[in-house]
């Protein structure tokens, strides 16, 4: 199931959860309602029926035309200050003879209940084919002439109409729920949009095609995954740009040296070598060779470094003497290159560091301020603590790099194609191999330089 179908469903889900929430809702209400109804029309009754029967008690001791008048008066007025549609009273009396003397008004709700009406609750019953809810009391006003008052009070609607909050209330949560799938539909509609849109981006990237860009209109979170996809897409292009480049100057690089060798395998294979120039094309040879293997192991290490498919073994090493050791096996390279090698090697102690790493990383840094520096030149190895961290330093006197560069200094290759060094042995990885060690060993490593002024390497490592 696609994502735009998955929002709609879980609107119309939501909605339906709503629109049934409301309704167990308006249902709880409207039985509150009826509880209320039932209780305020008992109150009132009960009112009524006490006020009916005072006015009849004070008025048995003589009947009279006036007291049936009294009596309906007193029926109207709790009819009206009730807003009732039926108030009707009937007085029954066994013993007192003269009670049909007293003519009360017509009472068709009583008439409708019959002789014995269900005292003292809400009953339902109809007048005049009318649905009416009636409440019947029964009040006694003479114990010794035995005399009864039947009071019913009766309405035709509920005291409060359930439907007047009811009916809002469904058609909001109705309206409501409309609204929500309208605008569930839209965003599902921008954001299947919006994927399709990244998706057919994505599938034309992955075909080659790096000119295609996600949309980035708007301040919303599309334009901000547009504007991360197509960040995304330049970094790969560049990323695809560099390995292009990088590839064709490593088929450079190996196509020099393997066209040497075969022209002097030519050579020796057609006797056109002179046996007192055996010597010098053997020394070609090899330097050739060494080139080549020099080349292979650098790319072999690169690519298992950045694989991550390498181990360190850490261990206690006095890294002042170790570094001594280093520099001084490569003083006698230096001095046939007419470059002073000096060093300033402070006593840090013992440091938490793989020795075969370290010598790699120092090799490399010495190795490549060497290919830089012209002869007459210095390359100086420092080593100092600086807090927690020691840091080892190479710096040469060579032709420096200019500030727009230094930020490109350890991507593969780029100094030996933007700078041409004074010995061109060499793989042109030895930057990005030190940075893949440095950081895999949780250091870091930065370069400062400028023109005519020479280039230095610091590395950052902790004690630890």
């Known amino acids: ?7 709609l469903w879980s609107a119309l889900a939501v909605a339906a959860v709503t629109l049934l929430a409301g309704l167990l809702a308006g249902a709880a209400i409207s039985r509150n309602l009826a509880e209320e109804n039932s209780a305020e029309l008992l109150r009132q009754a009960d009112a009524t029926a006490t006020l009916i029967a005072t006015s009849v008690r004070s008025n048995l001791t003589s009947i009279s035309a006036g007291d049936a008048t009294s009596v309906a008066r007193t029926l109207e007025i709790a009819k009206k ?5 039926y108030v009707e009273a009937r007085v029954v009396g066994v013993e007192y003879s003269r009670l049909d003397e007293l003519e009360m008004p017509e009472s068709p709700l009583l008439d409708s209940l019959g002789p014995s009406p269900e005292l003292d609750t809400i009953i339902g019953t109809e007048v005049d084919g009318e649905p009416v809810l009636a ?5 006694r006003v003479a114990v010794r ?3 009864r008052v039947f009071i019913a009070i009766g309405r035709a609607e509920p005291q409060l109409n359930a439907g007047l909050m ?3 209330l469904i058609l909001s949560l109705g309206i409501g729920a409309m609204l929500a799938v309208v605008f569930a539909y839209a965003i599902a509609f921008r954001l299947g949009r919006g994927l399709d849109d990244l ?4 599938q034309r990237i992955a075909a080659g095609d790096f000119s295609v860009r996600a949309p980035e209109e708007g301040n919303d979170a599309f334009a901000r995954l547009g504007g991360a996809f197509n960040e995304m897409v330049q970094q790969l292009e560049e990323g695809r740009l560099r390995e292009q480049n990088f590839l064709m100057s490593v088929g450079h690089d190996l196509r020099t040296p393997l066209t040497t060798l075969r022209g002097y395998a030519e050579a020796l294979e057609a006797g056109e070598i002179e046996p ?7 020394s070609v040879l090899r330097r050739q060779t060494d080139r080549l293997s020099r080349l292979i192991e650098d790319l072999t290490l690169l690519s298992r470094l950045e694989a991550g498919e390498f181990t360190l073994r850490p261990e206690p090493v006095e890294l002042a003497a170790h570094v001594h050791g280093l520099v001084d096996g490569q003083a006698a390279r230096a001095e046939g290159m007419h470059i002073r090698l000096d060093s300033d090697v402070r006593d840090v102690g013992e440091v938490s560091v793989d020795p075969d790493r370290i010598d790699q990383i120092l090799g490399n840094l010495i190795d490549n301020a060497i290919r830089y ?23 040469d006197t060579g032709p420096g790099i200019d500030p727009e560069d230094l930020d490109h200094v350890f991507e593969r290759l780029y100094v030996s194609q933007r700078y041409r060094p004074v010995r061109p042995e060499g793989s042109g990885l030895g930057l990005s191999i030190v940075r893949e060690l440095v950081e895999a060993m949780g250091g870091s490593v930065d370069v400062t330089s400028s023109p005519e002024r020479g280039t230095k390497v610091s590395v950052r490592l902790s004690r630890a």
């Not at 520096?373 to 710096?395: I, K, N, W």
């Open 276 to 282: 007192e120039d055996m010597e010098r094309v053997a």
């Open 1 to 7: 199931m696609t994502v735009r179908r998955r929002i």
């Open 166 to 168: 009811l009916r809002p």
């Open 81 to 85: 200050v009730g807003g009732h549609d």
């Open 199 to 202: 998706a057919s981006s994505s």
């Open 135 to 139: 409440y019947v009391r029964s009040i």
């Open 145 to 147: 002439q035995n005399v």
């Open 373 to 395: 520096t012209p002869e007459g030149g210095a390359v100086t190895v420092a080593l100092f603590r600086d807090d927690d961290e020691v840091v080892l330093s190479v710096a």
